[in-house]
């Protein structure tokens, strides 16, 4: 014969268990769409690009990102587009992630010469920035 208690109990884990296996599940499609929404809020500072983390060579000319070790991790961002803008005038670019910056803050970036002055003056050296990712296989 079947207790009181143990007939409650098969019959909460039973509930709990529709709830589970009805719970919808978030392709990777969604998380990228998800982190391409977060806006982070940080310093960027300027560099001179060579030969990047990504194993690309690009130039001062080039719109490039360095992200901060702490979120390059196995350079899963690599060639993804961030936007990034100042926050004391509102200017925005576009810039692909090509490298690391092992000096970076989590959410600080390193940019390129021509990324850096079309949101700020390169004499300055560090703006205050929000930046976020593009979708994957976005492109401006």
């Given at each position: 014969m079947v207790s009181f208690r143990t007939a409650l109990f098969a019959g909460c884990v039973t509930s709990l268990l529709s709830f589970v296996v009805a719970s919808p599940v978030e392709s990777?499609?969604?998380?990228?769409?998800?982190?391409?929404?977060?806006?982070?809020?940080?310093?960027?500072?300027?560099?001179?690009?060579?030969?990047?983390?990504?194993?690309?060579?690009?130039?001062?000319?080039?719109?490039?990102?360095?992200?901060?070790?702490?979120?390059?991790?196995?350079?899963?961002?690599?060639?993804?587009?961030?936007?990034?803008?100042?926050?004391?005038?509102?200017?925005?670019?576009?810039?692909?992630?090509?490298?690391?910056c092992e000096g970076c803050g989590q959410y600080d970036i390193d940019l390129s010469p021509s990324a850096f002055s079309s949101i700020g003056n390169l004499d300055t050296g560090v703006l205050n920035v929000q930046w976020h990712f593009m979708a994957k296989g976005w492109s401006p």
């Open positions: 990777d499609v969604g998380l990228v769409e998800r982190a391409a929404q977060i806006t982070h809020s940080g310093r960027a500072t300027w560099f001179n690009p060579g030969l990047g983390a990504c194993g690309f060579v690009d130039g001062d000319n080039s719109p490039i990102v360095a992200i901060s070790h702490l979120i390059y991790g196995s350079g899963g961002n690599c060639n993804q587009w961030m936007q990034v803008t100042n926050t004391a005038n509102g200017k925005s670019v576009y810039v692909k992630t090509r490298d690391e």
